[in-house]
């Protein structure tokens, strides 16, 4: 199993992106897709998290701002970035349970600048 990232970019402030995480190899089940960041000097952090069910939870700092979204026929999680502020500026992570295995992505750098 693999998870390929997409979609990181330099963005101006009050910009937005999407990232997208395709699943790919032998999978019988997806269950929470999520997305964390980590930026330079600190933690990584989860950003938001979404169920099979399709419940979507976010760290307080993007609630309202950031959308989580997933397709279950193209095996792929979507993160909707809105409204871009330079404290999110970080290299993002795709992570999944497959076959309820945890899997992560390679990660893909969102720059926020002017």
């Known amino acids: 199993v693999q998870l390929q990232a997409s979609g990181g970019g330099l963005v101006r402030p009050g910009g937005s992106l999407r990232l997208s995480c395709a699943a790919s190899?032998?999978?019988?089940?997806?269950?929470?897709l999520g997305w964390y960041r980590q930026a330079p000097g600190k933690q990584r952090e989860l950003v938001a998290v979404?169920?099979?069910?399709?419940?979507?939870n976010y760290v307080d700092s993007v609630e309202g701002r950031f959308a989580v979204s997933r397709d279950n026929a193209k095996n792929t999680v979507y993160l909707q970035m809105n409204s871009l502020k330079p404290e999110d500026t970080a290299v993002y992570y795709c992570?999944?349970?497959?076959?309820?295995?945890?899997?992560w992505g390679q990660g893909t750098l969102v720059t926020v600048s002017s």
């Open positions: 992570n999944a349970e497959i076959n309820r295995y945890r899997y």
């Open positions: 190899g032998v999978i019988f089940s997806i269950d929470a």
């Open positions: 979404i169920t099979s069910g399709g419940k979507a």
